[in-house]
Structures are given as structure tokens and as C-alpha cells.
């Protein structure tokens, strides 16, 4: 899958805009020319996790003409779906001019290719903090009419889109990387790996719990008002869990470390951003590696908490490796690594971008 062409209309700093995306893209520029804006303006439409929570007001653009009844919209043009993409989304399959991304008109129909609109929409009300967004087919919607296929989850999980974050790398949460790999990689072993954990931890806080200095000093304690206020017989009574003692939240208080040197084995955090950086672009990397069909790897200010010669490595194996890779950069080693037709520039011209 690539992403050949996008729309943004009325999206933060954007009143509107068309970019025909290449193979891969690195976009440069000034600041405040609008890297991170297209960045944010793909994962709306991208990330089946950005319409789970409230409107953004920050998503919406806010001209002088104070015009609030346009929808904010990002509509994406998907390309070389493959086989099981196209097979899925088949209802809603349209013929491009795979050159411009554009509906593919009679006149080079015999070159038009398949592919897929998605549609990303706002609507924001200001005065009163309310709002609601979606994706959509624009195929098979009407915004005049006011109705809209909208995408099913499912539909937009299916995506292979990996977004390079400056989140926590090698977590093992529900929403991380790392955990996707693993289920991705072997879903009955990882099931099992985790079933084990979860039986190793109630054993090994069992265990500490009937320790005789533990016992003890509970027992002083619930001796000192709990007993007769709550019915609390003895240390036999209290547990220690991780968290709300389900396996999410021991998975959350899990954090990776890594032994680098004399130290000894150090959390993840502490070992760096450079460290943390290259541990989040190499999980998107895995992931691309690991897929059926070509990933579309994104990542905003790529290179910017690395070092020269780790930016530089690090765009190109993602260059390499995904299926597209469309990277936002500050730095010119980042650059270095895409062909020189692949860099977009970015600017502003009498206050539009």
C-alpha cells in the first residue's frame, strides 16, 4: 500500500492543500510551513484510534471570515492495496491515474489503476465545546446530502500503517509496538508467555505476602483500628497486586531494561533519547519487515533527538525497508538518505502555507 495523494481542507494551520506524495516523501521546510500538520493530518485518517476521543478544537482551522459551518476534512488517496486490502474494501474501490492520485478520467482510463479514498471530517461548535469526526468512504458519501459510509473499525485496522512515536519503545501494553509484534509473531505463545507471568507474579507476591516479617507488621497494623472498623481479620486478608491487579496494569508498570555497560541493566528511559529513538523507529522498522504487504512507515521530526550518523542510518533502513516511507525532518543527514525527486518542500507566502 502507498499513500499517493492527499487533501486537507480547512485542517490546523492548513485552509487548503493538495500534495502528490512519491514513492516516499521527506518533507522539509521552514517552520511553522506545516511538517507536523501533514503528519497529524495522516494519522486522522490513518490511526483507527483517532476518532475514539473528543474533537481536537486544535484540528480545526480558524480563518478570519469566522465560516464555522465547513467540515474540516482530509481526504487520503491509497494506492497498491494488495490482494487482501482490495478484497476487503471492495465495495468502496475507485480507478486512479496512478501518476496524480486523481480519480482517473476516460481519457487515460485504460491506464487507471485501483485504489481507495478515505476521508477524515470534523465538525466543531466553538461556543458550546462540542463536536464530532469520522472517516468515510467519499465514494459512497454525500456531503450535501449529509450522508456519509462511514469506515468500520476493522476496515481501517487493517491498514499497514506503522507511525514512528516519540512514545515509550519495547512496551508491552495493549497499544504498544512491541506487543503487536508479538502478536503478530505467535499469538498462542504469546498467550501462553503471558498466562505464565501473570501465574509467576501471583506466586512470587503470594509468597512475600506470608513472609513472617510481613505477616507481622500487618498484623500490628490491621490490629491498630482496621480490625474493628472494617471486619479485617489478619495478614491472611491483604494481597499485593500490581495496580488495579488486572494484567494490563502489571504489562503497564513493566518497563524494558537494557545492559549497556558496568552499570548493569538500566531502564530504557535512562539510558538516553538517542537510545529511546532508534528503539521506536527499529519497532517500525520490525514491523515492516514482518508484514505481507508493503507498511507505510510515518514519522514527524525524524532524527531530531539523534545524533548525525544514527539519523542518517536510521532513514535509510526505514527508506529501504518500508513499503512507503513518509518522514517530516529538521536535519539534512535525514534527507541524505531519500532520492532527491522524493523531498517536498514546505513553505509560507503572505501567511498560507
Given at each position: 500500500m502507498r499513500v499517493a495523494r492527499i487533501r486537507i481542507g480547512r485542517f490546523r494551520g492548513y485552509r487548503d492543500a493538495v500534495l502528490v506524495v512519491p514513492e516516499n516523501m521527506v518533507l522539509a521546510g521552514e517552520p511553522q510551513a506545516g511538517r507536523t500538520d501533514i503528519v497529524e493530518a495522516l494519522r486522522r485518517v490513518l490511526d483507527a484510534r483517532s476518532t475514539r476521543s473528543r474533537v481536537n478544537p486544535l484540528d480545526v482551522y480558524r480563518p478570519a471570515d469566522g465560516d464555522e459551518e465547513?467540515?474540516?476534512?482530509?481526504?487520503?488517496?491509497?494506492?497498491?492495496?494488495?490482494?487482501?486490502?482490495?478484497?476487503?474494501?471492495?465495495?468502496?474501490?475507485?480507478?486512479?491515474?496512478?501518476?496524480?492520485g486523481e480519480i482517473a478520467a476516460s481519457s487515460n482510463a485504460g491506464d487507471a489503476v485501483l485504489g481507495v479514498r478515505l476521508c477524515y471530517r470534523a465538525r466543531y461548535d466553538l461556543d458550546t465545546d462540542t463536536g464530532e469526526h469520522w472517516v468515510?468512504?467519499?465514494?459512497?458519501?454525500?456531503?450535501?446530502?449529509?450522508?456519509?459510509?462511514?469506515?468500520?473499525?476493522?476496515?481501517?485496522?487493517?491498514l499497514p500503517v506503522q507511525f514512528v512515536d516519540?512514545?515509550?519503545?519495547?512496551?508491552?501494553?495493549?497499544?504498544?509496538?512491541?506487543?503487536?509484534?508479538?502478536a503478530d509473531a505467535d499469538p498462542g505463545g504469546l498467550d501462553s508467555a503471558?498466562?505464565?507471568?501473570?501465574?509467576?507474579?501471583?506466586?512470587?507476591?503470594?509468597?512475600?505476602?506470608?513472609?513472617?516479617?510481613?505477616?507481622?507488621?500487618?498484623?500490628?497494623?490491621?490490629?491498630?483500628?482496621?480490625?474493628?472498623?472494617?471486619g479485617i481479620d489478619?495478614?491472611?486478608?491483604?494481597?499485593?497486586?500490581?495496580?488495579?491487579?488486572?494484567?494490563?496494569?502489571?504489562?503497564?508498570?513493566?518497563?524494558?531494561?537494557?545492559?549497556?555497560?558496568?552499570?548493569?541493566?538500566?531502564?530504557?528511559?535512562?539510558?538516553?533519547?538517542?537510545l529511546e529513538s532508534v528503539l521506536s523507529a527499529a519497532e517500525a522498522i520490525a514491523a515492516a519487515r514482518d508484514a505481507q504487504s508493503g507498511v507505510v512507515i510515518i514519522g514527524d521530526d525524524f532524527g531530531d533527538c539523534l545524533d548525525a550518523s544514527s539519523s542518517e542510518h536510521m532513514a535509510r533502513i526505514i527508506h529501504v525497508t518500508a513499503g512507503q516511507a513518509i518522514l517530516t525532518t529538521r536535519r539534512p543527514e535525514v534527507v541524505r538518505a531519500f532520492d532527491p525527486g522524493e523531498l517536498v518542500r514546505l513553505t509560507v507566502s503572505h501567511g498560507e502555507r
Open positions: 465547513s467540515l474540516t476534512e482530509v481526504e487520503v488517496t491509497l494506492l497498491d492495496l494488495g490482494e487482501d486490502l482490495e478484497t476487503l474494501l471492495s465495495e468502496n474501490l475507485e480507478t486512479f491515474d496512478q501518476a496524480t468515510d468512504y467519499p465514494a459512497r458519501s454525500d456531503p450535501a446530502a449529509g450522508v456519509f459510509k462511514r469506515a468500520s473499525r476493522i476496515e481501517r485496522e487493517a516519540s512514545a515509550a519503545a519495547l512496551q508491552l501494553r495493549a497499544e504498544g509496538v512491541l506487543r503487536a509484534l508479538l503471558l498466562t505464565d507471568l501473570d501465574s509467576a507474579v501471583r506466586a512470587a507476591t503470594g509468597s512475600f505476602s506470608e513472609t513472617e516479617v510481613v505477616t507481622r507488621v500487618l498484623d500490628n497494623v490491621i490490629d491498630s483500628g482496621p480490625q474493628a472498623l472494617f489478619d495478614s491472611a486478608d491483604i494481597s499485593f497486586l500490581a495496580d488495579d491487579g488486572s494484567m494490563a496494569a502489571l504489562l503497564r508498570a513493566l518497563q524494558p531494561a537494557i545492559l549497556m555497560g558496568a552499570a548493569g541493566a538500566l531502564p530504557v528511559r535512562s539510558q538516553g533519547s538517542t
